[in-house]
């Protein structure tokens, strides 16, 4: 796949803006990286359609072709639709006892997964946790979870033969209240494939613990199906969260994708492997990159995109120090502050500004400011923005109605202009030594 990819981008090199074509050209390699990668033919389409109308007309990063740039768009767009709301690794386990849900299909990891946040919420957060098994089908199943807790020194409720599902789960409750536990963990039976009597067993379950969580388990290896069983069970039970395992085998994990676009629903956490501690919390960006399987070009295209703003703010810089400080730098400086995190992050990193920094803050600036001050810039003609000392109290006027702002506004905007200036001389003018001079080194 990489090398058909690589002969693509060999052939569009041209700089400048993305153009139609680029982008059609380059998407669709990137469906087939998102096939290959098992996510579902809706969610490819719907996906890359969203990713087409976002890219086209986007600029090129010097130093990249527009197929790169393209996969970046796309690593970016598939990171915002992985990423859900909240931390996914934080379970809602305030209000001792609190119960946790565990659903899903039979083998896709349930009773692992389930003995595994056990241990961390042990481990981690220092928890009491009480871990019942409901599968009925299968004894086996109950002394899985007995042989595990063991294991990792975590409690299960005592095996009684005979008892429904529903009330393993209201004994669990009971038995969690009484011996003090902050969490109990209900693992549920599973089937091969969702029926009704499976959903109406989890459903009646629900309805006795009420769970503060209800994770679903799925296998990340499987694409399509995954899907369709995450739909049923948020459909008939409402989950909170999913759990994608076996992502230490060699699926891509598409599933992920699919199961967020269609579901809306959080991925939480990824299982690694069968150990107990072979589970992490979900991180968009891993999943992205392993999705579109094209790491690499990401972080070239990562590269150039710094490398070109380090370059621009030295160019600037330079400027600065020969006191060609014009309101057009003023303005290429406001909008790179906005990028770069506001004006107190920019100018904390410039030598010699911390000071001018705090005095920002105290002014109460922000970005909402920087943009006005742009605005106002934006109204001026070519010739004031070079020199505004040239600036006459009508044109005032008019410049800052043009913004929609005041002409005290517009005054501010020049006095910092000038402090700045003068600020950038006197650096300048420190010489060789200065300290400017040494920071750009
Ligand atoms: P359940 O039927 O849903 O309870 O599934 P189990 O928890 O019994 O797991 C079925 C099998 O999958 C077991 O052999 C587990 O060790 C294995 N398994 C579970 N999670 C993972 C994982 O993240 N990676 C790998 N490689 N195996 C897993
Ligand atoms: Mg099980």
């Not at 042989?147 to 009330?167: A, F, S, W």
């Not at 150039?304 to 120090?321: L, P, Y």
Request: hydrophobic letters at 40%.
């Amino acid at each position: 796949l990489s090398e058909r990819l690589s002969g693509v981008f060999d052939r569009l090199t041209k700089q400048g803006a993305l153009s139609d074509e680029d982008v059609k050209t380059a998407l669709r390699e990137v469906r087939v990286a998102l096939l290959e990668a098992d996510v579902s033919l809706p969610v490819a389409r719907d996906f890359i359609k969203k990713v087409q109308d976002q890219a086209t007309g986007q600029a090129v990063t010097k130093s990249v072709t527009p197929g790169q740039q393209v996969v970046k768009i796309v690593h970016d767009a598939l990171i915002d639709v992985l990423t859900g709301e909240g931390d996914p690794g934080k379970l809602k386990i305030d209000n001792p006892p609190a119960p946790i849900l565990m659903v899903g299909l039979q083998g896709s990891g349930k009773t692992t997964t389930t003995a595994k946040l056990a241990k961390r919420m042990k481990d981690r957060e220092g928890k009491r946790v009480l871990m019942a098994s409901l599968d009925t089908n299968r004894p086996a199943a109950m002394e899985q979870l007995a042989i595990l807790g063991n294991q990792i020194g975590v409690d299960t409720l005592p095996i009684v033969k005979g008892e429904t599902p529903v009330q393993i789960a209201k004994r669990a409750k009971t038995q969690a209240s009484l011996g003090g536990y902050d969490v109990y963990m209900l693992d549920t039976a599973g089937r091969l494939h969702i029926d009704a009597e499976l959903i109406q067993q989890a459903a009646e379950v629900r309805d006795v613990a009420n769970p503060r969580e209800t994770l679903l388990v799925v296998d990340g290896l499987t694409g399509q199906d995954a899907v369709n069983v995450a739909t049923e069970f948020d459909d008939k039970i409402g989950v909170t969260g999913v759990v994608l395992t076996r992502m230490d085998g060699d699926g891509r994990g598409g599933a992920a994708l699919s199961m967020r676009a269609v579901t809306g629903k959080p991925i939480r956490f990824v299982g690694l492997g069968e150990k107990m501690d072979a589970i992490e919390t979900f991180e968009p960006d891993r999943i992205a990159g392993r999705i579109l399987g094209m790491g690499d070009i990401v972080s070239l295209v990562e590269k150039a995109q710094e490398t070109i703003e380090a370059e621009q703010a030295e160019k600037m810089m330079k400027r600065m120090m020969k006191g060609q400080f014009n309101m057009n730098d003023l303005k290429m400086q406001l909008e790179q502050m906005i990028q770069m995190g506001g004006m107190q992050g920019m100018m904390g990193m410039m030598p010699g500004m911390k000071k001018m920094a705090k005095q920002v803050e105290d002014a109460g600036f922000d970005d909402k400011i920087l943009k006005q001050q742009i605005a106002l810039v934006q109204s001026m003609t070519k010739k004031e923005r070079a020199n505004p000392q040239i600036l006459q109290a009508s044109r005032k006027k008019r410049i800052a109605a043009g913004a929609g702002m005041q002409v005290s506004d517009l005054n501010k905007l020049l006095k910092m202009h000038r402090q700045m200036g003068d600020m950038m001389k006197k650096m300048g003018k420190m010489g060789k030594g200065g300290m400017l001079k040494q920071a750009m080194k």
